[in-house]
């Protein structure tokens, strides 16, 4: 890598793998992990490494997968309006 070091522990998890990762200050991570830490204060220069500056590679060109949008809900169905019996039976007297 091009001496992108790290001037405080980062607690992260690999992109990949999903392990818990310590990676203490002096240490150069890899570019799949430097470009999840988005603290600049956690690299000695104190500025945040990019993406094509890390890997060589556009961004555009991402080697995540793909999903397909989430359908939106469906709305429920408008409840039974109640009887009118049901109704009068509920209603308190407000004569005095």
């Known amino acids: 890598m091009g ?3 790290l001037a405080a522990a980062v607690h992260i998890e690999h992109p990949v793998s999903r392990e818990r990762l310590v ?6 991570p890899e570019a799949e992990v430097a470009a ?3 603290n ?6 104190g500025e945040l490494p990019t993406f094509e500056e890390e890997s ?3 961004p555009e060109q991402s080697e995540e997968p ?3 949008p989430v359908p939106e809900p469906v709305p429920e169905p408008e409840p039974e309006p109640e009887s009118e019996a ?3 039976s509920r ?4 004569a005095v």
Do not use: Y
């Open 56 to 58: 060589g590679k556009d």
């Open 40 to 45: 600049p204060a956690a690299w000695e220069d």
């Open 66 to 68: 793909v999903t397909a």
């Open 86 to 88: 049901a109704g009068r």
């Open 36 to 38: 999840l830490i988005t």
């Open 23 to 28: 990676l203490e200050p002096g240490t150069e």
């Open 91 to 94: 209603k308190r007297s407000t």
């Open 3 to 5: 001496g992108r070091r």
